[in-house]
């Protein structure tokens, strides 16, 4: 059979590869490096007995069939919750509970071979029986977010108790990330899926039970007790795991007085905790290859943004490096609309739009606009330092003769407001929980909620076959390459940055350069510990 190495590599040679120490113990999961700023306080001897306090926004409900996005489900539920596959460094499919993947020659069958001797936390085995229970009720979930991830699922079918193939409705890569997600690669006993309290008492085959739960607000885990039930050695090291909604400004105090082990670190700015860094009560870390990118999306079909000289002009208006600087300094400046360490991006593409000022100008005067023009409203996802950032971007443009006014919007509200709105531009995230460049390709240029006036033709015609199963990793690239390449030509959009930031943690967590899952921003943090 003709493999893609990227998908396939973990799949082949599992064990092979520890030496290289590359995956976890037992042929499954991910370490990956960061830069770090690190304090060194506590020793090196794990305390078991530690409770790990993280300040990190709970969900709702810890039900993956109602979890709108995966980004969210992640945070709260990876204590309880493995899944099918994990995403790794360098956006690669790792193992987890299945340890081999391989497509059929024509790429419609994915047979998958499990992890063998793991039970879920209720006495349940984990085999082929628990996989097509649960991917069969993720399937008949109407109108779930889970449900459209699993959509190119045709059915499930038992070979053995370690092994399930999946029927696909087309050859496809894309089922692999749905496996890997929290929607749709999360492994549920069976015997819990139907129960009416599963969005407040998760049964998986992680290293901790539930023991509280208020949604949005706080959920606390213990660890399993039951004989054999923490299959991966690197998990379950604390005692207990507590995870809490926090404020920003509550989040910073309570790290600097050591009230939780970790929180999230959104900008990568050092200031707020450089005093602490630098006695060793704190640390932080960045998370190395976070595909997250933040960007500003232009409607092509209101003029005068629908000539290509204007968008062109707008890249080069912003002044990447000074945005980045003062408001993401731990991120990377972006100018292709594609994230660092997918298939198809090309470093020589970032030299595309230099920040140039009269180079901008001329643009604007070769399309009809020597004095620039009014640009109308753009809309800002009031997250993180967006708005702070969209202010910088409203005063490059304006410095070029673009003028704009801004109005932030609540990140969710923006998802839907934005194909109906008769804005221009949004300043919002350019980004998706997955690793599949079919699927990067589909939502940054085709899918109608992100391109209202109607995709570029030509990207609908690059994008397709980016998903066969067969390509090699070469192959794919090509192709992905020439669709950025073309999104990069024609100013489709406006990059302004690539990451997330990373963990600011108390001296006394190690771990945090070792998070699994890196995928859409969000860390699996199994591995993290406590020392004394």
């Keep these: 059979m003709k493999r893609n190495s990227r998908l396939g590599r973990a799949a082949i040679g599992l064990c092979a590869a520890l030496a290289a120490g ?24 794990v305390d078991g007995n530690a409770t790990l306090d993280i300040a990190i926004p709970v969900a709702q409900s810890l039900d993956p069939r109602q979890a709108p996005e995966p980004a969210q489900l992640t945070i709260a539920t990876w204590p309880v919750y493995d899944r099918l596959l994990q995403v790794g460094p360098n956006a690669q499919y790792l193992p987890m509970l299945a340890t081999k993947w391989e497509f059929s020659p024509d790429g419609k069958k994915l047979t998958l071979t499990l992890r063998q001797g793991v039970t879920f936390s209720d006495g349940t085995p984990f085999d082929a029986e628990a996989v097509k229970a649960n991917l069969d009720a993720y399937q008949k979930a109407d109108k779930t977010g889970v449900q459209a991830n699993l959509a190119d699922v045709a059915g499930v079918t038992v ?60 959920v606390v885990y213990k660890r399993r007790t039951d004989e054999g039930g923490i299959w991966d050695p690197k998990t379950g090291k604390p005692a207990g795991v507590t995870i809490s909604t926090y404020s920003p400004e509550a989040m910073e105090n309570a790290i600097k007085s050591s009230q939780v082990d970790v929180i999230t670190w959104s900008t990568g700015d050092k ?3 450089q005093a602490q860094l630098d006695s060793g009560q704190l640390q932080a870390h960045v998370l190395p290859g976070v595909l997250n990118m933040v960007g500003v999306n232009i409607k092509q079909s209101v003029k005068p943004y629908d000539d290509v000289k204007v968008r062109q002009a707008i890249n080069h208006a912003i002044n990447r490096q000074a945005i980045v600087e003062a408001f993401q300094p731990a991120n990377h400046p972006r100018v292709q609309p594609w994230p660092e360490q997918m298939p198809g991006f090309d470093a020589a593409r970032e030299g ?45 443009l304006a410095a070029v003769g673009i003028k704009i006014q801004l109005r932030t919007v609540d990140v969710l509200t923006l998802v839907t407001e934005w194909a109906k709105a008769k804005n221009p531009l949004e300043l919002m995230y350019m980004t998706l929980p997955s690793i599949d460049a079919y699927s990067w390709l589909q939502r940054l240029f085709i899918n109608p909620v992100w391109t209202p006036a109607g995709a ?27 669709a950025i390449a073309h999104a990069t030509d024609n100013a489709l959009y406006a990059p302004l940055w690539q990451g997330v930031g990373g963990y600011v943690g108390t001296g006394k967590v190690r771990g945090l350069d070792d998070v699994a899952s890196v995928n859409g921003g969000v860390a699996d943090l199994r591995n993290t510990y406590l020392v004394k």
């Design 456 to 482: 570029d033709p030509q990207m609908v015609k690059l994008a397709e076959g980016v998903d066969e199963p067969s390509l090699t990793d070469e192959q794919r690239a090509a192709k992905v390459g020439e």
């Design 22 to 45: 590359t995956l976890l113990a037992g042929c499954g999961g991910a370490s990956s490096s960061s830069s770090t700023s690190a304090a060194t306080g506590g020793g090196n001897t």
């Design 159 to 218: 070979v053995s108790a370690d092994t399930v193939e999946l029927q696909l409705k087309k050859a496809s890569t894309t089922v692999l990330s749905a496996l890997a997600s929290t929607l749709g690669g999360i492994m549920i006993s069976p015997k819990a899926l139907n129960n009416p309290d599963l969005a407040t008492h998760p049964v998986g085959t992680g290293a901790y039970v539930i023991e509280s739960f208020k949604p949005g607000q706080n």
């Design 352 to 396: 595309a739009y230099a920040y140039d000022p009269a180079k901008a100008k001329q643009l604007l005067a070769e399309a009809g606009h020597p004095d620039g023009f009014d640009g109308g409203e753009m809309l800002v996802a009031r997250a993180g330092t967006m708005p702070a950032a969209a202010e910088a971007v409203q005063a490059d």
């Design 271 to 273: 200031k707020p905790y």
